[in-house]
T-cell receptor
Framework: ETGVTQSPTHLIKTRGQQVTLRCSSQ?????VSWYQQALGQGPQFIFQ???????GRGNFPPRFSGLQFPNYSSELNVNALELDDSALYLC?????????????FGEGSWLTVV | AQKITQTQPGMFVQEKEAVTLDCTYD???????LFWYKQPSSGEMIFLIY??????QNATEGRYSLNFQKARKSANLVISASQLGDSAMYFC????????????????FGQGTILTVHP
């Protein structure tokens, strides 16, 4: 049990639509990161939020955006969906600190774009 | 920039035997962390073990141990006494650490190794 929950678990969208994926982070964790994992690949870093501000971004276009809320929950929004956006989207939470490190993932949201 | 290389697309092991999954990395960061995750077909990324670049001793967590060889930039995962439930995809990942070893939670992953445990 990681304490990180994601919703929905599966969804199907049409090309051009918009989608919002949600993540509830482990209590006390002040950073949340989102990853995209295409079939047969390792996860790719999309962006990270720390104290509700974007704190780093991978090689993803601006139509990928996010929010982090004061209760440590988070959203990933993708606009103008493309077929290549079909993937598993993973949320990870961690505590920004200098003492040890643990990064926990949720079970992911499977997105299919048709 | 960081890079993780997992050269074994698939590995097979007999139940109760030990298996080593290879991972090499490349980074310009002075301080970094190395992770191993297990991903079953359900998709959840399950944390297994962590090794800091500053740790002199190899990390161990139950049946999992990390064979860390800093000079060779390798961080191999050793699973002892394999079980049927160990069959899954395994990912090696790393993050560069900030000043004072601060973690920012940004991981770079390898391509993964599919482990199959035979009865």
């Amino acid at each position: 049990e990681t304490g990180v929950t994601q919703s929905p678990t599966h969804l199907i969208k049409t090309r051009g639509q918009q989608v919002t994926l949600r993540c509830s982070s482990q209590s006390g964790h002040n950073t949340v990161s989102w990853y995209q994992q295409a079939l047969g690949q390792g996860p790719q870093f999309i962006f990270q939020y720390y104290r509700e501000e974007e704190n780093g971004r991978g090689n993803f276009p601006p139509r990928f955006s996010g929010l982090q809320f004061p209760n440590y929950s988070s959203e990933l929004n993708v606009n103008a969906l493309e077929l290549d956006d079909s993937a598993l989207y993973l949320c990870a939470s961690s505590l920004l600190s200098s003492s040890g490190n643990t990064i926990y993932f949720g079970e992911g949201s499977w997105l299919t774009v048709v | 920039a960081q890079k993780i290389t997992q050269t074994q697309p698939g590995m097979f092991v007999q139940e109760k035997e030990a298996v080593t999954l290879d991972c090499t990395y490349d980074t310009s960061d002075q301080s970094y962390g190395l992770f191993w995750y297990k991903q079953p077909s359900s998709g959840e990324m399950i944390f297994l073990i962590y090794q800091g670049s500053y740790d002199e001793q190899n990390a161990t967590e139950g049946r999992y141990s990390l064979n860390f060889q800093k000079a060779r930039k390798s961080a191999n995962l050793v699973i002892s006494a394999s079980q049927l439930g160990d069959s899954a995809m395994y990912f090696c990942a790393m993050e560069g650490l900030g000043a004072g070893g601060t973690s920012y939670g940004k991981l770079t992953f390898g391509q993964g190794t599919i482990l199959t445990v035979h009865p």
